[in-house]
């Protein structure tokens, strides 16, 4: 009976568990961003900074913005959940935070990607630097959003 249970608990997750697993969800992901960002934030500091082309210093520019906003969005939920509580609607700051969460990492995606563009261009050149990004970018739609869809669509999960 206790495996009848746990397939039931599964099935149907308990108003805290969802909660619980959305903010610990989010400290996976804030470590990422911030470590991204604060990579970012020091390297117009370098002395070489100033040497790199106007295209690459507008890639820098919206990675900034792509890995700030996703660190705004990222922390949003735990920083909201903490400002409203007691929730009067949990389901609603549910479904809310889980939209939130979502374009912080569709934030911090596209972050990565620009950021694996600046890399390689600045290290191989232009056209390395646009091959390894779009390979980046297979990676995290193969890994963050078509994987999880494929598995729930054929309940492997």
Same mark, same amino acid.
């Given at each position: 009976?206790? &495996?009848?249970? #746990?397939? #039931?608990?599964? /099935?149907?997750?308990?108003?805290? =568990?969802? $909660?619980?697993?959305?903010?610990?969800?989010?400290? *996976?992901?804030?470590? =990422?961003?911030?470590?991204?960002?604060? %990579?970012? !934030? !020091?390297?117009?500091?370098?002395? =070489?900074?100033?040497?790199?082309v106007q295209t690459e210093k507008i890639v820098f520019l919206l990675t900034f913005f792509l890995s700030m906003t996703s660190l705004v969005l990222l922390s949003a939920p735990a920083i909201q959940h903490r400002v409203m509580r007691p929730l009067q609607d949990r389901e609603?700051?549910?479904?809310?935070? /889980?939209?939130?969460?979502?374009? +912080?990492?569709?934030?911090?995606?596209?972050?990565? !990607?620009? +950021?694996?563009?600046?890399?390689?261009?600045?290290? %191989? +050149? &232009?056209?390395? +630097? !646009?091959?390894?990004?779009?390979?980046? =970018?297979?990676? *995290?739609?193969?890994?963050?959003?078509? $994987?999880?869809?494929? $598995? @729930?669509?054929?309940? @492997?999960?």
């Open positions: 009976m206790p &495996h009848a249970r #746990q397939q #039931q608990d599964d /099935d149907q997750p308990s108003d805290d =568990g969802d $909660l619980s697993d959305l903010l610990s969800e989010l400290r *996976i992901l804030l470590p =990422g961003a911030q470590m991204l960002t604060a %990579f970012l !934030i !020091i390297l117009p500091f370098n002395g =070489g900074f100033a040497k790199i609603r700051f549910k479904r809310v935070a /889980d939209r939130i969460m979502m374009c +912080g990492a569709f934030s911090l995606a596209l972050a990565f !990607i620009l +950021g694996t563009n600046l890399v390689m261009s600045e290290v %191989f +050149g &232009h056209l390395p +630097g !646009i091959v390894a990004s779009v390979l980046m =970018g297979t990676l *995290i739609v193969c890994m963050w959003w078509l $994987l999880p869809l494929h $598995l @729930k669509r054929a309940r @492997k999960i």
